[in-house]
């Protein structure tokens, strides 16, 4: 569905990427590890059409879309969700909602596909007319990844989103993920919560130095001692805190 061949880029003159490479299926959930500064947001930036490719090709179901602008990714079925918070905090919920579809030309569709989307969200729904500041984060997580859903994406991106969530509340994003994914959308997701995002994976994805370097299934990469080291024991401190919670 996606692949990534010997991709190198990064910022100005400075190599992030050193040569990426793999590929995805179509209707997965692939989760992407490593440690800080590894460039797992860069690649998702390198997909999306906002990182400066240096050499390497991207094929998104058998085509080239290297060097694409993020409005021909979104052409092409391609939502990216990127880390942190992004919900603009004044507007409603449902003027958020709006925002993931300004760019489609009939916006009669875009409302119809706000009302299947908050359908998939009751809780959207519930809040429509609420400031989304008012919302908890996990709920403006869902807005996020339900505001990316209004292009009717193949593809979604999203980096760490369970950043700052408490691990019930990381669970109903998971689940919003699964259902997604049981709909037939592909997932590629960045999490520095290693070992609850990969029990919810279909394929897990280490990242280091810019290199994709072991990339599995999410099963057996959760049983590999070298994950294991690294990103679902002693190092994983972050984790420590979400779980503290
Ligand atoms: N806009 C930028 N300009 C210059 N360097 C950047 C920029 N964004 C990230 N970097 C650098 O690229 C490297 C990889 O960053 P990033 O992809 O964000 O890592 P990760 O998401 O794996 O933590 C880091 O060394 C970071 O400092
Ligand atoms: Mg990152």
Redesign the pocket.
Same mark, same amino acid.
């Given at each position: 569905m996606l692949e990534l061949r010997d991709v190198y880029g &990064?910022? &100005?003159k400075?190599t992030?990427l050193n040569g990426v490479s793999f590929k995805i299926p179509a209707g997965s959930i692939t989760t992407v590890i /490593?440690?800080? &500064?590894? &460039?797992?947001?860069?690649?998702f930036?390198a997909i999306f059409g906002l990182l400066q490719i240096q050499s390497g090709q991207i094929l998104l179901e058998g085509k080239d879309v290297t060097r694409q602008t993020p409005r021909q990714m979104i052409a092409h079925g391609v939502t990216y969700v990127p880390?942190g918070r992004n919900v603009v905090p004044q507007l409603s919920v449902y003027h958020n909602l709006e925002l993931g579809g300004i760019t489609a030309p009939d916006q009669a569709k875009v409302r119809q596909r706000i009302e299947a989307v908050m359908d998939q969200f009751p809780m959207l729904r519930e809040f429509r007319n609420r400031k989304a500041i008012e919302l908890s984060g996990g709920q403006q997580k869902q807005l996020e990844v339900a505001r990316s859903l209004l292009l009717d994406p193949k593809l979604v991106l999203i980096?760490e989103p369970s950043i700052g969530l408490s691990p019930n509340i990381v669970q109903e994003v998971f689940h919003t993920l699964i259902c997604l994914r049981d709909n037939g959308v592909t997932i590629l997701m960045?999490e520095q919560n290693a070992k609850a995002a990969l029990a919810m994976s279909d394929y897990g994805l280490v990242?280091e130095l /810019?290199q994709a370097r072991l990339h599995d299934e999410a099963k057996k990469l959760l049983v590999d001692t070298r994950v294991g080291q690294l990103f679902l024991g002693g190092h994983v401190h972050e984790n420590a805190a979400v779980n503290a919670h």
């Open positions: &990064g910022y &100005g400075i992030i /490593g440690p800080n &500064g590894a &460039g797992k947001s860069t690649v930036k880390q980096d960045v990242l /810019g």
